[in-house]
């Protein structure tokens, strides 16, 4: 029997490692062994370790996407089945990537036909930024350039899933609604909360959806792909904490992740996603995201624990330039963890700005 692949797009920040946990959990209740595949431009990832820690066999596609690394994402996805197979498999793609369908799904459906059985193709819709974009509004927000890898992955969507509708007025959420049905009429639009899971019965009913999807091409220009992906800065950061008395690990967290966004600001740059996660020994976590200037710090994740020793791990995607970024990451997790007494050895810390993408497979038309 195929295994059903079900990979979930979105910007960065709109909310994807969330919802793939939640839908994890509604397979798991099915009866199915679920595995995931997360993806990005660097290594040491936030979502592979937060996905980990919940319990979910996960493997990791670093160094480019997975229309980059398609043959890397099949042998993850076999990788998966070394132990017990999986029935289905959940994957993240870098949440600054679009033509998705041309270049992993129609490819899946093609030369893997019998081994795996797609699922529709659901892209998240990040509010904080989304409402900008489709409004064309350029204040405090991303370029020309990064708005149309934006609205791209809303266009092949097979359905828009309008996310944090537990953080939206009923105005706001209407008006999003009105915006995204204008822009991008006949493609359907469910309203969810990946943290409450308001909505996400349909989301899955969505997915368990068989026939002609996953067949949207886009007509898309790699110069301005390639240029908007550029403009992000891409900071993975890891590093040991210690310190002679227990230590506040979510507090820490916050704080970090305030001051980061704080820097960014007096950078001049528009964050994309800040995201961390701290681990004590014990497998106790928490997960702390800010997902645009304008947005307040949250722990989506509280992790309640005091240690004397932690790992921590920050994944920062801002418009701000890479090296400058990597240093305000060192510098204020230093600061903020010696204000509670704790020391920092960083052990692997990598700063990029994304490469122009170069598909293994692009098809021209709907074959699958």
Not at 34 to 42: E, F, K, Y
Not at 153 to 178: C, F, G, H, S
Not at 209 to 216: A, L, W
Request: with cysteine; proline share 5%.
């Amino acid at each position: 029997m195929a295994v059903r692949f079900v990979m979930v797009g979105g910007f960065l920040g709109a909310g994807k490692t969330t919802a793939l946990g939640r839908l994890a959990r509604m397979y798991q209740a099915r009866g199915h062994r679920v595995g995931v595949v997360t993806n990005d431009q660097a290594h040491d990832l936030v979502d592979t370790n937060t996905f980990r820690a919940q319990g979910l066999t996960t493997e990791e596609v670093p160094g480019a996407c997975f229309c980059c690394r398609f043959d890397d994402l099949v042998g993850k996805v076999g990788a998966l089945s070394v132990g017990e197979r999986p029935d289905v498999i959940l994957a993240e793609p870098v949440g600054s990537c679009t033509d998705l369908v041309a270049t992993v799904i129609q490819p899946l459906r093609d030369l893997y036909r019998g081994e795996f059985a797609v699922a529709p193709y659901p892209v998240l819709f990040k509010p904080s930024h989304g409402a900008r974009i489709l409004k064309n509004l350029p204040a405090g927000g991303f370029s020309p350039k990064a708005a149309y890898i934006f609205k791209k992955q809303l266009e092949e969507a097979d359905t828009i899933v309008l996310n944090r509708v537990d953080e939206l007025a009923p105005a706001e959420l209407d008006e999003l609604a009105r915006l995204v049905g204008e822009q991008f009429p006949g493609t359907p639009v469910l309203r969810v909360s990946a943290r409450t899971g308001a909505g996400f019965d349909e989301l899955l009913a969505f997915l368990d959806r068989t026939g002609g999807f996953g067949r949207k091409i886009l007509d898309i220009d790699y110069d301005t792909y390639a240029e908007g992906e550029a403009e992000l800065g891409w900071l993975n950061a890891a590093a040991r904490l210690t310190a002679a008395a227990p230590f506040d690990l979510d507090a820490l967290l916050t704080a970090v992740l305030t001051q980061l966004a704080a820097a960014c600001a007096a950078l001049g740059g528009e964050v994309a996603h800040l995201k961390l996660i701290g681990m004590d020994d014990a497998g106790a976590f928490g997960v702390g995201n800010v997902v645009s200037s304008d947005t307040a710090p949250k722990l989506s994740l509280p992790s309640g624990v005091r240690p004397t020793a932690a790992d921590l791990i920050v994944n920062a995607r801002a418009a701000i330039d890479p090296a400058a970024l990597e240093a305000e990451v060192r510098r204020v997790v230093t600061e903020e963890a010696g204000k509670l007494g704790v020391s920092v050895e960083f052990r692997t810390s990598q700063s990029l700005r994304p490469g122009r993408p170069v598909p293994t497979h692009r098809y021209a038309a709907a074959k699958g």
